[in-house]
């Protein structure tokens, strides 16, 4: 017997298994757990379906992206809802770009990195690139699918216990669910603002965003990421420039 | 379609594909595209990136000043009060998301039961 019979190359199945395993063990299950109990609190005080919700958090599969279409589709225009929308998700350019080079193999085309590109938010994507260089290339791709689908029936599965305990509670704790998502995103973006320049955004937007709000300023969220973050770089570049 | 469409006007699925989906998605799909040519360090992708993080901030901001709901009804100084306990603990605690998460959810409990809501 040959070490290659003893041990054989392990299935597609097997690698989606361990990507979910790695999912649910994962430290960040916890934080999103208690965003998405929080976006299912927020969908029921915006009085929308439970099905809504869920289909809107396997089509958008972003916290903060979901958090702004429930909580300006009742009042905004549409245009202004998709412009926010979009700002917010930028994001998913680079790190789309930085993930797939890791998954591509030489079988296979194009086509089976359209669920991994779907599946790729913060979490999915922080998990994936720590834990895709230790597997063989042709697991990755089952793997993360595994990571990205465990991660969102997390999602799902919580997002479903807000939106049916909000219905329920007494106002103080429907209003602590309340408070879990803009915590969890006050910490968890705070946790992955490591450089100069993301500290400077998210704080001037903090600042920003409430200046033009109470001026009642038209898109505001628009404004405020513009503004703010046009800021951040440009004192990020000076100081890159004075080195 | 008009501009100044709401909701109301085309319904909440329509709504939640053309004002959610699409525009959020076409980031990832704009990324499968790219792939091989951007650096992650161009300064386009950076400042975007600077844009994309206030206007998180943004939303934060307006989820604990202008809350509706339930959380609305709890006084503003209580919500941004917890807030600031809550980031205070995640500092100390070596940047626990956790700790921080744990303490805000308290601090407003707390707040509310003696500050009234």
Redesign the interface.
């Known amino acids: 017997m040959t070490a290659a019979e003893t041990t054989p190359p392990r299935s597609t199945m097997q690698a989606f298994r361990d990507g979910l395993v790695a999912a649910w063990t994962s430290v960040f299950v ?2 999103l757990l ?1 965003n998405y109990v929080g976006i299912g609190a ?1 969908a029921y ?2 009085g ?2 439970l099905n ?1 919700m869920l ?2 958090t396997v ?2 599969w ?1 916290a ?6 429930i ?1 300006t ?2 009042t ?4 202004e ?18 993930l ?2 890791m998954l591509k193999t030489k079988e296979g085309g ?1 086509g089976r ?2 669920l991994p ?2 599946l ?1 938010a913060i979490s999915v994507w922080v998990e994936g690139m720590r834990l895709l260089p230790g597997r063989p290339a042709p697991e990755r791709v089952p793997f993360y699918n595994g990571l990205g689908i465990g991660l969102l029936a997390a999602a799902c599965l919580a997002s479903v216990i807000g939106y049916v305990l ?1 219905a329920r509670l007494p ?21 992955n ?1 490591k450089t100069l ?2 500290k ?7 600042v ?3 200046v ?2 109470a001026h009642k300023v038209g898109l ?3 404004w ?7 800021a ?2 440009v004192i ?1 570049r000076i100081r890159e420039a004075a080195r | 379609m008009n501009m100044a469409a709401t909701m109301m006007e085309i319904g909440p699925i329509f709504a939640l594909i053309l004002v959610g989906f699409l525009p959020n998605e076409v980031w990832r799909v704009l990324g499968l595209m790219l792939v091989s040519g951007l650096d992650e360090d161009s300064q386009i992708l950076v400042w975007v990136r600077a844009v994309a993080t206030a206007m998180l901030a943004g939303v934060l901001a307006q989820l604990v000043l202008s809350s509706s709901g339930a959380l609305g009804t709890v006084p503003v100084g209580v919500r941004v009060g917890a807030a600031l306990l809550g980031f205070a603990a995640f500092l100390i605690g070596k940047r626990s998301v956790f700790l921080g998460v744990l303490t805000g959810e308290l601090a407003i409990v707390a707040g509310a039961l003696v500050f009234g809501t």
């Open positions: 916890l934080v208690g927020l005080e915006f929308f379906s809504w289909l809107s089509l958008v972003a903060p992206a979901q958090v702004i279409l909580s589709l009742n905004a225009t549409l245009i809802v998709a412009l926010a929308v979009t700002l917010s998700s930028v994001r998913f350019l680079p790190m789309v770009v930085a797939l080079p194009p990195l359209v590109m779907h790729t909000a106002t103080i704790l429907a209003a602590a669910l309340l408070f879990l998502t803009p915590m969890a995103l006050l910490m968890s973006v705070s946790r603002s320049i993301d400077l955004a998210f704080g001037f937007g903090l920003v965003g409430p033009l709000a505001d969220l628009m405020t990421g513009l503004i703010a973050g046009t951040a770089y990020h």
